[in-house]
C-alpha cells in the first residue's frame, strides 16, 4: 500500500562532543586541562565504556623542572603551564603525534604572557631533518595574556608532526592556550566533513548528546573559545574543551541544512 511521503525530518544525525569528528582542533587538551609532565599519566578507571587508544599529552622541552602549572595566573580552567626560561636554552612544550599533508596550510593561535626580551619561537614539525620543519617567530611578548595568530604549511605526509612552543631569554612564560586546525576549516569544523554531512541530507543535529548532557553545563560553551573551561567528561570519564559550544553548534546546523 502506497503511503505518504516519508517526512525528511526522520532522518537525522547524531553528535556527541566526545565522540564527534566534525570539529577541526588538532591539539589535545589545547587549554592545559592535564599536567605537562613528561612521567607516565595515571592509570583511569573507564566506566564500562572503554577508551579509543592512547590520548595525546604535552611534554616539557628541556626538563620538567623548567614547567610548573600555575594556579594564582591561570589563563583559563584550573592552571595554566609556566615556563622557567634560560638565556641560550630553549624551554618550552610540545606535543606529537598529529597528522599532517603535505601541501596543506594550517592556522592556529597560541595565548602567551611574558617579559620583555623573551624570543618565543612556535614549530611545526613534520620530519627527523632539520629543514622538515616551519618557525614562526612570535613578536614582542607583554607582560598581559595576549593572542599571537599562527600560519603553517606542511612539506610532507605524517601521522607523527609535532607542535612545539619553545622559548629563550629571563623570567617565566606564561602559556594560556594553543590552537591549530586546517587553515580551510569553515567556522571550525572540517571543510569535507560539512560537504559530506550536507551532501547526505540530514534534516535534524542532536546535541549534545546522550549520557554526556547529564553532566554538560552550556554556559561553559559560550564566549572566546580560548576561555572556555576544559572540565572533566563524566560520562567518557576524560576531558571535554568545550570548543564546540552552543553557538557553534547552531552554526554547524546552518552549515549543513539541518
Partial sequence: RTGEPISR??????????????????????????????????????????????????????????????????????????????????????QTGIS???????????????????????????????????????????????KYPLKFTSRADTTEGRFEVAATGTGTLRIGAVSLMPADNVSGFHARMVQLLKEQGIGIARWPGGNFVSAYDWRDGIGDADLRPPRRELAWNGMEPNDMGIDDFMTFCKLIGA
Fill in 9 to 94: 525530518w526522520v532522518f537525522g544525525g547524531f553528535m556527541e562532543p566526545a565522540t564527534t569528528r566534525v570539529w577541526a582542533e588538532m591539539l589535545y587538551d589545547r587549554k592545559f586541562f592535564h599536567e605537562v609532565t613528561s612521567k607516565p599519566p595515571a592509570p583511569v578507571a573507564t566506566a564500562g565504556f572503554g577508551r579509543r587508544g592512547p590520548l595525546r599529552r604535552w611534554l616539557p622541552v628541556g626538563g620538567d623542572e623548567f614547567v610548573t602549572m600555575d594556579k594564582k595566573q591561570a589563563y583559563v580552567g584550573e592552571w595554566s603551564p609556566s615556563i622557567r626560561l634560560e638565556a641560550a636554552t630553549p624551554h618550552g612544550i610540545s
Fill in 100 to 146: 599532517l599533508r603535505a601541501g596543506r596550510a594550517y592556522a592556529g593561535r597560541v595565548v602567551l604572557a611574558g617579559a620583555a626580551g623573551q624570543k618565543v619561537d612556535v614549530t611545526l614539525v613534520w620530519g627527523a631533518k632539520p629543514e622538515d620543519r616551519q618557525t614562526v617567530r612570535l613578536p614582542a611578548i607583554t607582560g598581559s595574556y595576549a
